[in-house]
């Protein structure tokens, strides 16, 4: 049986994290330790995990960002595989043994997820609006990150080979190693929701600005690999431009009426041809 550490970082976590500790231990595999991180926190999170005893390792760290906590978590794992869990999500009890399952023909697995808390219009089941793909998935992930962080299970070995994490990042830096993975490996898919996806106010995802200077450096970084340069022209301009669309996109529904416009500018300055940033631009200056 393979060895599975569930690494969950937690930075002033404690309204979540017990919940998410518990779907961890909760999975019917049962061979796995579960490591949390605090990375500095300043509320009661250290007091939420201290009922769970020594069901769980906890580890604490001056602050340094996710994708530092996540690589500590990991320098202590165990595992043949690693498993991320987000301390604001929550893992279906099938999860592990799912993935599993599928996992003698990839070295990266990940699953569709569940959207809860305030996913305002998203829909319920994520692969209604985003694709999942499975195999060579390079080019498809420089377009869109479809892959959810708490669903990815990842051979320890190969994170360990690729540096985790880059700590340049905070946001973004899953998507810039899913991207890193994916240039030289296949990456498998359980294309049925195992993980529970939480929307709030102090989730990362919702600081617009931040996201899209960082979108742009993981494009950028990912065009600059050995295969990301050998893409023709055509293709890194349409990426490009699907780039600067969903910069426009994620500004436009945050209100930043003047940015979304000169991101969707961009865009249509990246690949004329591409008619969605023209439709986006025209219905926030329509206010609709």
């Not at 990375?39 to 999170?45: H, I, Y």
């Not at 599928?102 to 809860?116: E, F, G, H, K, Q």
């Not at 450096?217 to 699907?242: C, H, N, P, S, Y």
Request: charged share 25%; glycine share 6%; with cysteine.
């Amino acid at each position: 049986m393979a060895h599975v550490s569930v690494i969950i970082p937690a930075y002033n976590a404690e309204a979540f994290v017990a919940d998410t500790v518990n779907s961890a231990l909760n999975q019917t595999y049962r061979d796995l330790e579960v490591i949390v991180v605090d990375d500095g926190s300043k509320d009661g999170t250290l007091a939420a995990l201290q009922p769970f005893g020594d069901r769980i390792r906890v580890h604490r760290q001056a602050n340094g960002g996710v994708a530092k906590a996540r690589n500590t978590g990991v320098s202590l794992a165990t595992g043949t595989w690693v498993a991320f869990l987000d301390a604001d999500d929550l893992w279906l009890p099938e999860k592990i043994a799912r993935q599993l399952a599928c996992s003698a023909t990839s070295p990266m697995i990940y699953s569709d997820r569940l959207n809860i808390g305030a996913r305002g219009d998203l829909p319920e089941v994520q692969s209604v609006v985003t694709p999942l793909h499975h195999g060579d998935v390079f080019v498809p992930l420089l377009r869109e990150n479809f892959i959810t962080n708490t669903s990815v299970m990842i051979r320890r070995d190969l994170y360990e080979q690729l540096g985790g994490f880059y700590t340049g990042l905070n946001g973004t830096e899953d998507w810039d190693l899913w991207i890193r993975v994916a240039e030289r490996h296949p990456i498998g898919v359980v294309p049925e929701p195992l993980v529970k996806y939480r929307f709030h106010q102090g989730s990362i995802s919702r600081n617009w600005a931040r996201m899209s200077r960082e979108r742009t450096q993981v494009i950028a970084r990912a065009l600059d690999l050995e295969r990301g340069k050998a893409l023709d022209w055509v293709t890194r301009r349409q990426i490009w431009a699907e780039t600067w669309r969903t910069n426009g996109w994620d500004a436009g529904r945050s209100g930043a009426r003047w940015n979304a416009l000169a991101d969707y500018a961009r865009a249509a300055m990246a690949w004329p041809l591409y008619s969605v940033p023209y439709k986006e631009a025209l219905k926030v200056c329509l206010n609709v």
